[in-house]
């Protein structure tokens, strides 16, 4: 009997390893494990063997159904890694085809600029303050030390649109208006941005709107040397860490002194190129220290208060930094030009 | 500002090139904005001396001259030019010579004849046309005769100069003349200014025989000076200062006008000189014009004039107009031999005024405008009289008639060093401060650090000790001042809640797929009106000097811009697009503008074509009234006012009337959505637009209460779904109210996920499917809770609607 085990073991372990899939294999399983299988037989035929066979033979039996289980397992295991392979090799995927889109806009380049320039004066402990568009001719230009008839006011034409009511032609405006809210007590620390208007003719350099942002501190001793501190960071952060600044005297009628900031030229680092126009230097803004009329008509004692004060272009800097070179782009809104400004 | 190098180098000793000098001229305050050498790459240019010139024995229009090029060297050149004529003396391009535009003149036959060289034109020589003198505008230039053959005709011609253009900033008139660059220049060069010379030897007879000079009002006129030259022999002005007006951009006319130029130029004083033969009398009144006098300007226009303007006049009739421009009857001619030459203050409100009614600016009237140095008047005066005997023999008669203040007394200006120091974060010296005022020119007075600065009448500009302060910063130099940081405390910055607010509905639209435009506040009258919601007492409000009719009007809605933007890409074949803009509008409820108008935010949107689209797998969706609407769900619950948002169909102007909703908040109009009016997307060539237009500053400004954590559901919710039957006309929303509402606590989710409106259902009627989702977050729910709640809300819908389930 224990030859025909034997064999039986070797006939169903052949028969195991030529299984082809699942059902093959539960099919030996069935015909050599089975209530009616051969083993089961064999088993059943014990009784004609003597007392001292009987455990040898029925141990020996056990063994062969174990070693058979076992090798079916094995093969069961194997069997089924080939399958789950087969059926993922059917679902390979075309990787290279394209995705499906996610509808996304994004900001407009000025909105970008100013965004990142609000963040940066945002991150220096400066608020943002808003005012009016349409402005009266008291805020726009008197209480800036720009009384009527003043020769400087020729340096803005104006969308005047009653007498005393205008277009603002600067956000300075705004600080006016919010110096006088703070009814002479320091500290002031605003920048305002938003869109301004000129009477001018749009063609590739100027625009009758554009956006301005401007900044003002005013505390007790400000001085002019901390107004270049806070525009060197600002220059860094917005250009390039390894950004110069000059600054050169010049006039603004709200401030005294004056002065105008450039950067050092970060296409050509100062060797001089086209963007510089040979020079070296970037003109980027304007800036200086609040005239003394100004602190005054605003409420603030001049003798112990003093401040600054400076403006920008956004479209200039947007222009500068993404190398535009007609200011029209920015209100024309072609698709093709607001899609090119994603988020870096 | 035109500044020649070589002019300004009689006044201050310059030691360094035009490039250097430009680059410490506009680190000290004033931009040069270029410097252009009048030599535009020329080289080889000699002077010639024509010693023969004959008719081209081939060609009508040309000259076979023979010209002496010096060293005895005689070149045959053919000419066209007109007016060559033998005798003259002539620039002559040699062969091997190269002119502007790098133009290499080489040997040639000209019809049959050699021709070494050219005889160039000023124009040739890269002289613009409208600075040459009018007689040699279509030919050949002729130089003084004292011109040496052989030598370079560039030294003769002033064409090594270089030229700095100034950008001068208003505060600093004082540097329209070349004498005030002079000051400039000599304190950033710690230099001395050397003044022109103003001496001339008077003739025995006396001004004031000739001429009497009065003045109606001085404050319009504080200063009037008349001198008298006689015998004065009109014709060109001297090649050198024909050069340096050239240089300065002004064309040369004749001695006597090119006189009054120069020292215009030199000193900023205009000045101007009469006919005294031709003025019609002895006498100068100076008076208000009368309103609607008339005038013939010297540029033979006939002009009315005003009451506000200036005139002066021979007692009268009026021969100029102050400032502006002299009267053709008493205009210097080429017969003219006694000049009366005027130098004069006016007041610049009055020159501006004529100025600008008549259209007139000249070099003149800008610096009256401007403001002139009230005390360099009579030294101006004295300048051209000497220049008038000197270069066009005329006899000064002796002494100047006047009325008015020749000079005004000076002022003095505090400046406090330490609070100087303060100012700009230095620590510049007492003895510094002086050297920077020396250098400057400024006199003074100091005592423990207090300066007491007589200010020089040509700098009007400084009047406060912050001008000093600035004078005195930017000669020490901006590069010096340290770079600090402020001292004040450190405060958080930050955006306010608005701001915040602002951003994230910017952020949500652009994650929602709609691109940012920036579009123009200003549009037309028609335009401005369109979309309008504020009711009917608005007034439009136009700009009162548009550059356009097309951006004459400020908006009150978003959208006709937006619709421009759609328009302008379909132009350009992009037929897909989604865009928003967050802008001002401009409210006025004022028939007359008298106080500001209403600002506010607002944000809309335009969509057409395809919103969403992924070709391969057939998914392409257009955009629809829902595709709008659930944009603007999804904002609202951003913005915590989900739940406090309806929408309600309604008219618009210009908009469809069944496919439009007003949006709502607590009940108040805040905007609208909808499909454009199909007439008006056809006006506008555009396919199926949805737009829409939200007043962002009621969103942001809304007050919302603080968010609080809601318990996370740990019991099991319970799902019963409902299909409706109600009148077709029915909108959805109130079904959600009134299920809302019956369901009470326990309900907690609604969601309409079927709508049926087809043949099988009875006429009228239609059919909606909602699944509602009860739950307790604090315990299980008995099926008993759920049937309630459930039947209360179906009893409700019968009761409001009559609805029945479908069956
Ligand atoms: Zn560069």
Not at chain 1, 175 to 192: C, F, L, N, W, Y
Not at chain 2, 17 to 32: N, Q
Not at chain 2, 162 to 182: I, M, Q, S
Not at chain 2, 368 to 386: C, Q, T
Request: hydrophobic letters at 40%; proline letters at 4%.
């Amino acid at each position: 009997m224990k030859d025909r085990l034997e064999a039986l073991k070797v006939e169903a372990i052949g028969k195991i390893n030529e299984s082809q899939d699942l059902k093959d294999l539960q099919a030996v399983k069935v015909a050599y494990l089975g209530k009616k299988g051969p083993i089961t037989e064999v088993l059943k035929g014990m009784g004609k063997l003597s007392a001292e066979e009987r455990p040898v033979i029925g141990a020996y039996a056990n063994e062969v159904r174990d070693s058979i289980q076992q090798e079916l397992d094995n093969k069961q295991v194997e069997l089924e890694n080939a399958a789950i392979s087969e059926k993922l090799a059917k679902e390979t995927l075309d990787v290279s085809l394209p995705g499906r889109p996610v509808k996304k806009g994004n900001s407009h380049p000025l909105t970008a600029v100013v965004t990142e320039i609000e963040d940066l004066f945002l991150s220096m402990g400066f608020t943002i303050a808003e005012g009016p568009e349409v402005e009266t001719d008291y805020y726009n230009f008197e209480a800036l030390n720009l009384p009527k008839g003043h020769p400087a006011r020729d340096m803005q034409d104006s969308f005047f649109i009653t007498e005393d009511i205008l277009l603002r032609t600067q956000t300075s405006p705004v600080q006016a208006r919010t110096m006088e809210k703070h009814e002479g007590q320091g500290p002031v620390k605003i920048i305002s941005p938003g869109k301004v208007y000129r009477r001018d003719n749009d063609d590739a350099t100027h625009s009758h709107q554009f956006m301005q942002i401007e900044g003002l501190v005013v505390d007790q001793n400000v001085r002019l040397s901390d107004l270049k501190g806070v525009l060197e960071t600002f220059a860094k952060k917005m250009f390039g860490e390894d950004r110069k600044i000059r600054l050169r005297p010049s006039f603004f009628p709200f401030t005294e002194p004056s002065v105008e900031m450039d950067i050092s030229c970060f296409k050509c680092s100062g060797k001089g190129c086209s963007i510089c126009k040979q020079t070296g230097w970037i003109e980027i803004l304007g800036a200086g220290m609040v005239h003394p009329n100004v602190l005054e008509m605003a409420g603030f004692d001049s003798k112990k208060y003093t401040g600054f004060a400076f403006g920008m272009g956004p479209e200039r800097i947007a222009m500068l930094k993404y190398g535009i070179d007609d200011i029209r782009h920015f209100y024309a809104n072609d698709i093709r030009f607001l899609k090119q400004f994603k988020k870096a | 500002m035109l500044i020649s190098y070589n002019w300004l180098k009689e006044y201050v000793n310059i030691e360094i090139s035009p490039s250097e000098l430009a680059d410490k001229i506009t680190k000290s305050g004033i931009e040069v904005e270029m410097v252009e050498s009048l030599n535009k790459g020329i080289s080889g240019v000699v002077v010639g001396y024509v010693q023969e010139c004959i008719q081209h024995p081939n060609a009508d229009k040309l000259r076979v001259c023979k010209v002496d090029i010096g060293q005895g060297e005689v070149s045959q050149i053919v000419c066209g030019a007109p007016n060559v004529a033998q005798g003259q003396k002539v620039a002559v391009a040699v062969p091997g010579a190269v002119l502007p535009g790098n133009f290499k003149i080489k040997k040639a036959k000209l019809r049959g004849e050699e021709s070494h060289g050219m005889i160039c034109s000023l124009q040739e020589l890269g002289v613009d046309t409208k600075l040459v003198l009018k007689e040699y505008a279509t030919g050949i230039f002729v130089m003084p005769s004292d011109a040496e053959p052989g030598s370079d005709a560039l030294e003769y011609l002033n064409l090594n100069d270089h030229v700095l253009e100034l950008g001068l900033t208003p505060n600093r008139a004082d540097c329209l003349n070349v004498l005030g660059v002079a000051y400039e220049v000599a304190a950033i060069l710690e230099q001395d200014v050397k003044l022109p010379d103003t001496s001339y030897t008077a003739s025995e007879e006396k001004a004031e025989d000739f001429i009497s000079v009065n003045i109606e009002s001085l404050e319009d006129n504080p200063y009037y000076g008349a001198m008298i030259i006689r015998d004065v022999k009109i014709g060109p002005s001297p090649l050198w200062m024909q050069n340096r007006l050239m240089a300065s951009g002004i064309r040369p006319i004749n001695n006597i006008v090119d006189i009054t130029n120069y020292v215009l130029l030199e000193y900023g004083q205009p000045l101007h000189a009469f006919d005294y033969n031709r003025l019609g009398s002895k006498e100068i009144v100076v008076r208000r014009a009368a309103e609607g006098e008339h005038i013939q300007t010297l540029d033979d226009q006939d002009r009315t004039l005003k009451d506000t303007h200036l005139v002066i006049t021979n007692g009268k009739e009026p021969i100029a107009v102050a400032g502006v421009m002299g009267g053709a009857t008493s205009e210097v001619q080429p017969d003219t031999t006694n000049v009366l030459l005027e130098a004069a203050y006016f007041a610049s409100g009055r020159v501006r005024a004529a100025s600008k009614d008549l259209g007139l600016r000249s070099e003149a009237s800008s610096r009256y405008e401007k403001g002139i140095d009230r005390n360099r008047v009579y030294a101006a005066a004295k300048r051209a009289a000497a220049l008038m005997a000197e270069i066009a023999g005329g006899r000064v008669a002796e002494g100047i008639v006047e009325a008015g203040k020749r000079e005004v007394n000076t002022y003095t200006v505090n400046m406090d060093v330490s609070r100087m120091n303060g100012l700009l974060g230095t620590s510049i010296t007492s003895e510094q401060t002086a050297a920077i005022f020396d250098r400057l020119g400024f006199s003074y007075k100091e005592s423990d650090g207090i300066f007491e600065v007589v200010v020089p009448s040509r700098r009007p500009d400084i009047t406060i000790e912050a001008d000093l302060i600035e004078e005195a910063g930017r000669i020490y130099g901006y590069d010096r001042i340290p770079t600090t940081y402020l001292l004040s405390e450190a405060r958080p910055g930050g955006l306010t809640e608005s701001q915040a607010k602002r951003r994230g509905i910017r952020n949500y639209l652009e994650g929602a797929g709609l691109y940012q435009a920036v579009t123009y506040a200003l549009t037309t009258p028609e335009k401005s009106t369109h979309f309008s919601y504020n009711g009917d007492a608005v007034y439009p409000i136009s700009v009162a000097h548009p550059m356009s009719e097309e951006r004459s009007t400020l908006r009150m809605s978003l959208l006709p811009q937006l619709l421009e933007v759609l328009q302008y890409n379909r132009n350009r074949s992009m037929e897909d697009l989604a865009v928003y803009e967050m802008g001002s509008v401009f409210i006025n409820r004022q028939e007359v503008l008298n106080d500001l108008p209403e600002e506010y935010v607002f944000v809309s949107g335009a969509v057409t074509g395809v919103f969403n689209e992924h070709l391969w797998q057939g998914e392409r969706k257009t955009v629809d009234f829902f595709v709008l609407k659930g944009i603007l769900e999804g904002l609202m619950s951003e913005l915590n006012l989900s739940e406090r948002i309806t929408y309600e169909s309604g008219a618009i102007e210009n908009m469809h009337p069944g496919r439009t909703a007003i949006v709502k908040l607590d009940g108040i109009p805040v905007g609208f959505v909808g499909q454009l009016h199909p007439a008006l997307q056809k006006d506008l060539d555009l396919k199926d637009s949805y737009v829409f237009e939200l007043n962002a500053t009621s969103l942001v400004e809304a007050e919302t209460e603080q968010m609080v954590y809601q318990a996370l559901p740990r019991y099991p919710s319970i799902t019963r779904d409902i299909a409706l039957v109600v009148d077709q006309e029915l909108p959805a929303g109130d079904l959600f109210t009134v299920i809302q509402a019956a369901g009470g606590e326990l309900l907690k989710e609604v969601n309409l996920f079927d709508l049926y409106e087809g043949e099988k259902m009875e006429e009228g009627k239609k059919s909606l499917a909602f699944s509602l989702k009860y739950f307790d977050p604090e315990r299980t729910l008995t099926d008993e809770e759920v049937v309630t709640a459930h039947n209360r809300v179906l009893k409700s819908l019968e009761e409001h609607f009559g609805a029945q389930l479908r069956k």
